[in-house]
């Protein structure tokens, strides 16, 4: 089915620490990999983005990594700041034009 | 900040009640998506429109109906509302129908 599954739910870091959420997609044909960041009361934002044409891509502190192979993908934090708090959502565009969303992980950064 | 906006920020109905969201597209964006994000949850995907045609439905039942204007705006009707339908309803911008989504601010629907 359309899924895409979010891990953890919950991460808690020290300032300056690295973050990592990792999903997972099931269906082989999609091709397209946004994250998103959520404060509270406040409207999804695109942080980052990737197509099934390369593994990596960076901006600044932020990196993802896409494997098509074992159809995973990861955001990479670095240097985290209080301001990194926030729920990040991964989702993945199906060959139905679809953006399905993973359930969220709630990251906080503790200074 | 997108220029994607959306009206009304707040809405309170009861049960049984029809309800109507409109978003505004953002400049030179053709295509727009429509989510029900419930507390706590991410975003569900209800339906797209594409150069005023629907492309695409989620698990959402018919009484979740909408339409997009020659102007590419849209709206999402929500006919018989049920407690459940209590959620941020949220659209999104893009310029096609795989390309990146802009969200607007949302729209916040209370149903009692």
């Known amino acids: 089915g359309e899924n895409v599954e979010q891990h953890p739910s919950t991460l808690s870091v020290q300032e300056g620490d690295s973050a990592v959420i990792k999903c997972t997609y099931s269906d082989s044909a999609s091709n397209y990999f946004p994250w998103y960041k959520q404060e509270l009361g406040k409207r999804p934002q695109l942080i980052i983005d990737?197509?099934?044409?390369?593994g990596e891509k960076k901006d600044q502190r932020i990196a993802v990594t896409l494997n098509k192979t074992a159809k995973h993908f990861s955001l990479h934090i670095t240097e985290t700041q209080p301001e990194d708090s926030a729920v990040y959502f991964c989702a993945a565009i199906y060959n139905t034009d679809k953006l399905i969303f993973g359930t969220g992980t709630r990251l906080q950064v503790f200074p | 900040e997108t220029g994607v906006t959306q009206s009304p920020t707040h809405l309170i109905k009861t049960r049984g009640q029809q309800v109507t969201l409109r978003c505004s597209s953002q400049?030179?964006?053709?295509?727009v998506s429509w989510y029900q994000q419930a507390l706590g949850q991410g975003p569900q995907f209800i339906f797209q429109?594409?150069?005023?045609?629907?492309?695409g439905r989620g698990n959402f039942p018919p009484r979740f109906s909408g339409l997009q204007f020659p102007n590419y705006s849209s709206e999402l009707n929500v006919n018989a509302l049920e407690l459940d339908d209590s959620a941020l309803y949220l659209c999104a911008s893009s310029s096609g129908r795989q390309e990146t989504q802009y969200f607007g601010p949302g729209t916040r629907l209370l149903v009692l």
């Open positions: 400049s030179g964006h053709n295509t």
């Open positions: 990737i197509r099934s044409n390369v």
């Open positions: 429109y594409y150069r005023e045609e629907e492309n």
